[in-house]
């Protein structure tokens, strides 16, 4: 089975979703899927359907560079870690690698609030991803 057969109910909820310069190809044996998905939800139903089909992201024959649409509408969430970074990552979960960090006390964007332990962030630089959601508060 190809990747692009083993990824078409994810590369199909892409496109149904709406997600926008959509390119998918495939290179040494990893499927690549970039785009811009219209809010934080469609790019967490994505995650969702990816782990629907890999379990955990255990096989690493995805990479996955969808982000939100900056025009979204977000809120703002400071990070309260007790002193150190807050680590950024590429998908919801700590196996997912490292795409940014975010300092003690910085007030961050808030995409989408994915589930109750991970939110989808962005940074002021621009890095997108998932943030553990103990460690951010609302602003008021």
Same mark, same amino acid.
């Given at each position: 089975?190809?990747?692009?057969?083993?990824?078409?109910?994810?590369? !199909?909820?892409?496109?149904?979703?709406?997600?926008?310069?959509?390119?998918?190809?495939?290179? !040494?044996?990893?499927?690549?899927? !970039?785009?811009?998905?219209?809010?934080?939800?469609?790019?967490?139903?994505?995650?969702?359907?990816?782990?629907?089909?890999?379990?955990?992201?255990?096989?690493?024959?995805?990479?996955?560079?969808?982000?939100?649409?900056?025009?979204?509408?977000?809120?703002?969430?400071?990070?309260?870690?007790?002193?150190?970074?807050?680590?950024?990552?590429?998908?919801?979960?700590?196996?997912?690698?490292?795409?940014?960090?975010?300092?003690?006390?910085?007030?961050?964007?808030?995409?989408?609030?994915?589930?109750?332990?991970?939110?989808?962030?962005?940074? !002021?630089?621009?890095?997108?991803?998932?943030?553990?959601?103990?460690?951010?508060?609302?602003?008021?």
């Amino acid at each position: 089975m190809s990747l692009q057969d083993k990824y078409k109910q994810l590369t !199909d909820a892409a496109t149904a979703a709406g997600v926008s310069n959509l390119q998918v190809r495939e290179q !040494d044996n990893v499927l690549y899927i !970039d785009g811009t998905a219209p809010s934080g939800a469609v790019k967490d139903e994505l995650w969702n359907t990816y782990d629907s089909i890999d379990p955990n992201f255990t096989s690493g024959d995805l990479v996955m560079n969808v982000n939100v649409d900056v025009a979204a509408s977000v809120t703002k969430v400071k990070v309260t870690t007790e002193s150190s970074n807050l680590n950024i990552r590429k998908g919801p979960g700590t196996d997912q690698p490292i795409v940014g960090k975010a300092a003690h006390g910085e007030i961050i964007t808030l995409v989408s609030q994915s589930n109750a332990q991970w939110w989808l962030v962005r940074t !002021d630089d621009g890095e997108e991803g998932y943030a553990y959601a103990q460690y951010l508060t609302p602003e008021a």
